[in-house]
């Protein structure tokens, strides 16, 4: 099984996603590909075309406000005060993270249920924490 995570910028589009390109445009920085994928629908596409089995693509405000539970959510407004929620708002809508997968059709299909929308239990790794294997109860100098 092969699983590739991506996280990318999206959106050229709007006033914003158009700032966004020119500020880094004048860093020296292009974004060359945002053109050709500049959504979420473009971002899963080009996995299902590169041969990935399955893909899935989401802004990073809707996996805040969904993946996230909300004992999580309170605990990390809290870490800084936002004055301007809506531009954070904004910019979280500019960047997606893309999940895709490919697998091996002789073996159980493990990967099929794992979702980017899987919600956390008070962690910010939940989505992917059962593909985790627990720590052996042997430390490294036990086995020599």
Known sequence: HIVFASYKQIGPHDAFGRMMLDNLRRRNCPLLGLLD???LEAQVTRCEQA???FAESHDLLT???RVLSPSERQRVERL????EVEEWQLMLRHYCTTLAVREDPATCSIFRSLKLLTTVQGTLSGGLQHLIKP?????PESSQ
């Open 51 to 53: 041969g990935w089995d």
């Open 63 to 65: 996996l805040f406000s």
């Open 135 to 139: 720590e052996s109860k042997q430390g």
């Open 37 to 39: 994928c500049p959504d």
């Open 80 to 83: 800084e005060f936002l004055d």
